[in-house]
């Protein structure tokens, strides 16, 4: 489970994709870049490009059946994107089951990303609409079941997957109180 305090964690929206746009325009702006899936859910990719920032796209493939999983093979993208990136971004989103390749990672690998974030002061934005979409046994990690992942990280959760409530627009972001204080 993950705790929240309601006051200062927890914010809610009009629907994810109004949640991501204003968040990009809270935390990136001309000059700054966000890197982003590709391929990806649209609102991902023009959420950066509405608030002014450079989007650089990380390839995400499905994965070879015969080769390392597609979540590995991502965070190896995402790292040479990290390296040569100018500047550096300010902020990378993820969205986890994904949409629209299916990959799927899992605690450990959130762990990582974690780290990651919080050595190079990069802030994560998970979109976590798929949360109650699993299979099989395995069960989506949030982003906040790592320690320390308040620090850098915030997350969406959208009531239109698994409520099927998709003209309701009812969203909320849950994570680092700062960030959810600046939206």
Known sequence: GVALDPDTEVVTTIGAKEGLSHLMWVLVGPGDTALVPSPSYPIHIYA?????????????????????????????????????????????????????????????????IVDFAREHEVILVHDFAYSDTAFDGYQPPSILQVPGAKDVAVEFYTLTKSFSMAGWRVAFMVGNPEIVAAL
Not at 52 to 62: I, M, T
Not at 81 to 90: F, G, Q
């Open 48 to 112: 950066p490009l509405f608030a002014g920032a450079d989007v650089r796209h990380v390839p995400l493939g499905v994965g070879d059946p015969s080769g390392p999983p597609a979540g590995e093979v991502f965070f190896d993208a995402l790292m040479e994107a990290w390296d040569t990136a100018w500047p550096k971004p300010r902020v990378i989103l993820l969205s986890f089951p994904h949409n629209p390749t299916t990959t799927c990672v899992d605690l450990a690998w959130m762990q990582r």
